[in-house]
């Protein structure tokens, strides 16, 4: 028997969180983001589920040709364009749309011997500092390339790095607008500002996160209101049950030690599967219809639960670690990180259940 740990991807809770996002949308077309293997849902088991989608945005060449061997036909978008000109090749062939951040890429473009012009997205940078160009060249940048015959259209992008706060949209938007004149389409909200910031969605959303179950800013209570559904469940069982007294101490380091008796269980599951290692006592798990609570260090392959007051809690008793019943945000908010990390961070060696 292989350990009892895996994870469950609901396509059914794919395609619900695509619909939802699509009613807050309205007209706008739907990026569904696919990189870093779909938040570590596997790109090639959850596509289906996200085929209702206008177009997949993913990061690395590799995802957009296997989407397309998987059979996607619509439109690609590469998040952060090429790396080297010679990827223009590639882009050709599979007909990927490209975002272009830097003056070097320019220079590719107009070089590159196309069979077919490609679509481009601008990249301006509108506050976050990470990718763009800036305010003053970026009219240029668009004029340059809206006249190269490698080029069929462009449309401006920018990034938000305050979307899940409640003015967080505002002045970004306020120097996106700026550029109003050109009349370019417009790609600028992720999922926070799909949510949050209506003014945001304009002709295409880029939504992440949210397709995922996930909160943009890191606290389930935050979207608790919009019915969206977990995609992952990651799931084990107790392999081990033991009664203590009061003074004995749990895991590596002795981190916690008990003031009272207790009823502690063993679950298949640690820092290998992708479980966080900094996650503290208390963080919750699981388990016979309730939240326990996780006590001392997380190891390798196993960490440990009070079931105390979980008289049902045995070996072989099925424990959710993330998923339906426990959302992955307060996980991550109890272990100092976000749902993206973890979900992203689940670990090769879990086998994956699709249903
Ligand atoms: C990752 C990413 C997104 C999606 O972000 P979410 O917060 O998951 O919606 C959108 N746009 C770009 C450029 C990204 O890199």
Redesign the pocket.
Known sequence: MPRPIRAVIHQHNLEHNLAVIRQKVGQAKV?S?M??DG?GHGIKRIWRGLKDSDGF?V?DLHEAILLRNEGWKGPILL??GFFQADDLVVIDQYQLTT?VHSRWQLAAIEQALLNKPISVYI?LNSGMNR?GFSMNEYADIVSQLSQMENVADVTL?S?FAN??MVEGTQAPLAKIQQFAQLSLPTCI??????LWHKNTHYDWV???????GAS?SGKWGDIAEYDLKAAMTLQSEIIAVHDIEAGQSIGYGSKFTSEKPMRIATVACGYADGYPRHAPTGTPVWCQGQRCALLGTVSMDMLTIDISDCPEATIGSKVELWGENLPVDDVAQAAGTIG?ELLCALARRVPIDFQ
Not at 189 to 194: M, Y
Not at 206 to 212: D, F, M, P, Q, S
């Open positions: 990026w983001v990189k870093a938040y945005a990061l998040l952060e975002s990249k990718l992008m990034h979307s899940d909200a992720n999922s926070g500002a799909v880029r939504a992440g996160i949210v397709l995922y943009p993206y």
